[in-house]
């Protein structure tokens, strides 16, 4: 394993894992647990090699789990890591796409914009962050987009303002094949209902609570087109037009309560 | 059998039942008649010779009766602990007409946990290895047995598991009130003990395929990956904040630890009041957890009354001790919640049992008549069904059912090298039966591999 800090609290992972590598595609994740009392986490599978054996992960220190993964070092190992787990993205010829990020939410897109570049498809991306420090892997979408597009909360880069103000110029101006977004929940809501009544196919990638991500809990479940669906083997990508958002994000907070008591208790016991 | 005070036991996970004494199981093995034609071992799904196992506790010779069972039953502690001995050996017993069967199941436990008391392990003889190697996908009670059945013929085994532990349904669905992890550790040492290898977090269809074993020079293939994937009623509700799939809630207490949140991670809700739907074990196991967990009331919550409930019939006496409520005849039809999405309450119909149908079973019939209990949890324990993951990535796999793996009565699929058992070839079953799913499998495995 290999580690690097990439923006504030965010950072960039290389594992060795030779059998996920072998198999990863877009749109999978990988399922790892740290130690003994740990719990299970997914993680998007940001890029992958093959010929090395390894695999990238990108996450945000945002609870115990990620805040303890941030504290290995390079050479430290993963107790568990199991993947390449979810349904991986279908991929072909759409035409021109547009890919809108939101934060993290990139380490999902970066393998499908590789993956629909592979197909010929045309591909704008759209990268959104609260300010422009947060703003990870530009470059990385610079190297495989047609053109990349940038909007900052605050304006420190790029256009100030919502990726979903981006996202309408083009969808006002030119044709758009097929949208795919990932970040932040309300703004994977705000991009399927701005494409809804343009009739744009919107996939998004749902980021639900799991447990042990092969189907057998339900823990990730999300009512899509009203019905039950697991997001960790039907999805985690659905198409945005049919999600449940409010009750997915009713579920999201379920465990908020014990998510703080988790991080106090371990931001204490880090100082002693 | 002793049992702890249910007023101690319903406030930890230590286990409920603290089996025989040696004088217990000697004065139990005493009972048995030794019959000619011995019914007990007809209702053993994997044939163990049962008189004369009880014939060397009756002479306290308790090795001696644990050698016997392990010809037949790798998993004797577990066995012990969770078959529904009633229905079957238990259930057979011609003692049992008269007054009560011999306890097999406790005395089965007794010799196991007796070898515990010793602190060794007593494998049986392997012979020597013939360079097959076979694949076995699952650890679970099919998955075990397959292995350790193959391995002592001499066979390279390596069992692929999704999970991060070994044990399948043992590790994540039996609570350790019941089943303690210790004993199924155990277990699974003494599989290993006979050269199998296990190893952890391989999602079989995901992370290896079939293709790649066979060309890794695996021999055959056996599936056993259970039923994992939970069902759902389909009513109003069902995604509410505090409606767990008994899949999701056992899950986070038996594998995750969640019980000791936060010195373990994974959190689970406890809740005041409770309502499990279903009547099966993973109901009853459901029920009695919530209650570990703190709540004050605990329902079941089963449609039909209670002569037809599935559980184990010790599990149920065990629930009622420990205060659980049976709400019979109840359907539930609507799960209410509150304007932040968290469960207030669960409507029910009230069913009445129809006259029995031509296969004798009688039909719940709705009444019109409705009742509402105020709970702040549901845990819907109706059922599992196959999970898609590995099934799907095998092409032209014969499936049946819900996604079931079609298997002839010796376990073979329709495609060459490839075998099946368990709930992933039956639907949701018990232990025992995926373990005498798992002997026939062997057997036809060897016969494959030997070109017999």
Redesign the interface.
Known sequence: MKKQTIAPEVDMMVVNAP??AN?AKAGNFVVM?LHE????IPLTIADSNKDAGTITLLFQKTG??TEELGMLNSGDEI???????GHPTPVKKYGHCVLVGGGIGVATLYPILKALKARNNKVTAILGARTKELLVWEENFREFSNEVLVATDDGSYGRKGLVTDALKDIIDHRSVALVIAVGPIRMMQAVSELTRPYGIKTMVSLNPIM??G??????C???VAGK?R?AC?EGPEFDGHEVDFN?LG??LV??KK??E??LK?FKRKCKK | MRYRNPEKRKADFKEVSLGLTERQAVKEAARCLQCKKPRCIAGCPVEIDIPKFISFVKEKDYLGGLRTIREFNMLPAICGRVCPQETQCQGMCILGKKSKPVSIGSIERFVADYEVSLGRIDLPDIKPSNGHKVAVIGSGPAGLTVAADLAKLGYDITVFEALHEAGGVLAYGIPEFRLPKKTIQREIEFVKGLGVRILLNRVIGKTQTIDEFFNDGFKAIFIGVGAGAPKYLGIPGENLNNVYFASEFLTRVNLMKAHHFPVYDTPVKKARKVAVIGGGNVAMDSARTALRLGAERVYIVYRRSERELPSRHEEIENAKEEGIRFRFLSDPRVILGNDAGWVRAIRCEKMRLSDPDESGRKRPEPTGKEFTISVDQVIMAIGQTSNPILVRSIKGLKLWGDGYIGIDREGRTNLKGIFAGGDISTGAATVISAMGAGKRAARSIDEYIMGR
Not at chain 1, 79 to 85: C, F, K, N, V, Y
Not at chain 1, 214 to 219: D, L, N, P, Q, V
């Open positions: 059998l996920i198999h647990r009392k740990g719990e299970r115990k789990t107790r568990d890591i199991a993947g390449p787990l447990v042990e092969t189907g057998m809990c339900g823990a479940r999300v009512n039950t697991f083997i009750g009713s579920r379920f465990y014990e998510e008591v988790s208790r």
